[in-house]
């Protein structure tokens, strides 16, 4: 069945483990949804360097340790944060779908209509850390995971 379904990335800094900026795209694919989760996973590595970085928006807060922050949380927070918010994210998505031209048999039926996302969109969530210098890898492949630690204890000054 062909629908649209969505990659989103979390950017996350290295340096004080705090996500800071977010972005998504959407895909309209045809496939069981395994099939569309394969392609999600296997675009997640990449795609998010073709696609608009946003501010996390300061509507959003997270109380940690009885502090809100707003425009930033804590990476820790990020899955939990993303689940209680994902309407948002995908409205902020969805208002950027085209409309599309319905055709009838005269001018009368003519019409746009608004593209909407399922109710329930599939989706995956992938988070990029990004050093000071502004390299980003996903934390997904055991390379890119290496890369995280010893940036991480490079910016500590233990490496």
């Not at 950017?11 to 569309?36: F, H, R, S």
């Not at 990449?46 to 009885?66: A, E, Q, Y």
């Amino acid at each position: 069945m062909e629908e649209i379904i969505v990659n989103f990335w979390i950017y996350v800094d290295i340096g004080t483990d705090t996500a800071y900026n977010w972005c998504g795209k959407m895909y309209c694919v045809n496939g069981t949804d395994d099939e569309k989760l394969k392609l999600l996973v296997s675009l997640s590595e990449n795609d998010f360097k073709t696609v608009k970085r946003r501010n996390l928006s300061d509507k959003l807060s997270v109380i940690v340790n009885g502090e809100t922050m707003t425009g930033k949380l804590p990476a820790s927070c990020v899955d939990d944060y993303f689940d209680s918010n994902a309407d948002w994210f995908c409205v902020e998505l969805e208002n950027e779908l085209p409309d599309i031209f319905i055709f009838g048999n005269g001018a009368k039926t003519n019409h746009l209509i608004k593209q909407k996302l399922p109710t329930t969109p599939l989706y995956v969530l992938t988070i990029l850390m990004e050093n000071e210098n502004g390299e980003v890898r996903p934390v997904t492949t055991n390379a890119n995971k290496e890369w995280i630690k010893s940036e991480r204890l490079r910016l500590r000054g233990l490496h």
